[in-house]
């Protein structure tokens, strides 16, 4: 039995009933990575030994009777800026390359405790500072819809790793869409929680007033489950909330019918590539069909978000990547004359161009006479989003966006060219900037055969809506990864034309 082709809940599901067993799935997947891995470098690290261990321990306590639930056995992936006692957590970065920490983030706990077996850590942008998965310093990861094609980032690792079928989901971090548009690019499912949802402690932070963790799997009703999983409140966390609402699995319902989705105008015109267009399109009127009452309306300021956005952004991370200093653990220069020397050359060394670029936006902006130009007109434009989205969100349920101006570029050339890289993330910025949850779900490819995304976006602690429509509108097409035949991909362009 090819078990690679299920999801994680039906993958659980058969381990439950005794039909396969977790190492059967460790070892199918572990196979899959032998095969593909060489050329997707969806990993920076693997545990295969590890894996098969808790693989083990955990079928013993399923068919105890002491794990029941729908991840119980199912093999995992991390992305590489989750810390895990044992394993290294490098960011991406040469600067922590050879970092184990001796304490495992909170949401990783939390999966572990459902019975999830993690195979390893996923190839990211450096310290998660980026758009395609090219500025980590172990190298670019690919999209195996195009190994040509870049899979998107900061979270291209987590994202290919579901789609080349190397582990059944992942966990990502989300600071300004890392979850979900690399999640269109390679065909799977995203999804960013509302912030304080999922703890941050463990997560090594970028912008830590932007940053949340999230799934990264085949369909909603996994991403459902992974969330129910890790959502919890946490005392080590000061932004984490306190919710009672985290039945996420209750809210798959195929029925969208009075559901009020808004379209923002300003969404839509110049910049958005037409196949992406006339594929959100079609699938909101498959919503649109169900019972959705789809509406055009007008979403002011979004013209801002992404310069608020990279103030905001930079300003956090120069601050929380002040510790990488050569002194209490990760990278030190072998030489160096003096303390403030060992301190620049050791930053100078250790950090990329992409991470050097921001930290000095982000130390130019908190600088003595230009915090009030740049950053404080930065957070009060963050205000004036918030306020737009919650008098949008007083009228729909839902809004609905692309996830990404384009499908995925070639490897270089987005690097070429920084500033077009930022634009990139315009759809995305701004659910970071309002704390809100946001759904990226396929919904179709393009005329070379990349995957296309659409953005769900919902008021705040709303995940419930965005599952119930993401698992409406996903009854109508099976989960398709980069594996199917040409027919079968042929088919589901024409689907979406």
């Given at each position: 039995m090819n078990l690679l082709n299920l999801t994680a809940v039906e993958l659980g599901k058969k381990i439950r009933a005794g039909e396969v067993t977790s190492m059967d799935a460790v070892r199918q997947v572990f196979e899959r990575i032998k095969a593909r891995e060489s050329s997707v470098h969806a990993y920076v690290t693997l545990d295969e030994e590890g894996a098969f261990r808790r693989a083990e321990q955990v079928q013993r306590q399923i068919e105890a009777g002491e794990l029941t639930g729908p991840l119980a056995g199912v093999p995992a992936?991390?992305?590489?800026?989750?810390?895990?006692?044992?394993?290294r957590t490098s960011c991406g970065s040469?600067?922590?390359e050879n970092f184990v920490p001796f304490y495992t983030a909170e949401a990783v706990c939390r999966l572990e405790a459902a019975g999830a077996v993690i195979l390893g850590k996923t190839n990211m942008d450096e310290f998660a500072m980026g758009s395609t998965t090219e500025t980590s310093a172990f190298g670019a990861t690919r999209n195996p819809w195009n190994l040509e094609h870049v899979p998107g980032g900061s979270s291209g690792g987590s994202c290919a790793a579901v789609a080349a079928g190397e582990c059944f989901y992942a966990l990502g971090s989300d600071t300004g869409g890392s979850i979900r548009q690399p999640s269109a690019f390679c065909g799977v499912t995203g999804l960013k929680p509302t912030y304080g949802t999922v703890s941050r402690y463990g997560l090594v932070a970028y912008g830590s007033s932007l940053d949340q963790i999230g799934p990264v799997a085949k369909d909603v009703a996994d991403c459902a489950a992974v969330l129910e999983a890790i959502a919890s409140y946490d005392r080590k966390d000061s932004t984490s909330i306190k919710r009672e609402d985290t039945d996420f699995t209750g809210a798959l319902i195929d029925d969208v019918r009075g559901m009020r989705i808004g379209v923002p105008a300003d969404y839509f015109g110049d910049g958005l590539n037409k196949e992406v267009k006339a594929a959100i399109f079609a699938a909101l009127e498959v919503l649109q069909a169900k019972g959705a009452v789809v509406e055009e309306f007008d979403l002011p300021l979004m013209k801002y978000a992404v310069p608020a956005y990279y103030i905001?952004?930079?300003?956090e991370a120069s601050s929380n990547l002040a510790r990488f200093d050569g002194v209490k653990y990760g990278f030190r220069a072998k030489e160096y004359d003096g303390l403030h020397d060992m301190y620049k050359k050791s930053r100078s060394q250790g950090f990329g161009p992409e991470v050097?670029?921001?930290?000095?936006?982000?130390?130019?902006?908190?600088?003595?006479g230009y915090y009030d130009a740049y950053y404080q007109k930065a957070l009060k434009t963050k205000a004036l989003i918030k306020e737009a989205f919650e008098q949008a969100f007083a009228r729909y349920d839902l809004?609905?966006?692309?996830?990404?101006?384009?499908?995925?570029?070639k490897l270089g050339e987005s690097l070429k060219d920084p500033l077009q890289m930022y634009l990139g993330d315009v759809y995305t910025v701004?659910?970071?900037l309002a704390g809100l949850p946001a759904l990226s779900v396929p919904c179709g490819v393009d005329s070379e055969g990349?995957?296309?995304?659409m953005q769900l976006i919902g008021g705040h602690f709303q995940e419930k809506k965005l599952l119930r429509a993401g698992f409406s509108y996903q009854q109508s097409r099976r989960y398709q990864g980069p594996e199917a035949s040409a027919d079968e991909a042929g088919k589901e362009r024409s689907a979406y034309e």
């Open positions: 992936a991390l992305k590489d800026n989750l810390c895990t006692r044992g394993m040469r600067i922590l905001i952004a930079s300003a050097k670029r921001r930290l000095m936006l982000g130390s130019f902006v908190l600088s003595s809004i609905a966006a692309p996830a990404a101006p384009f499908t995925a570029p701004s659910a970071n990349l995957p296309i995304g």
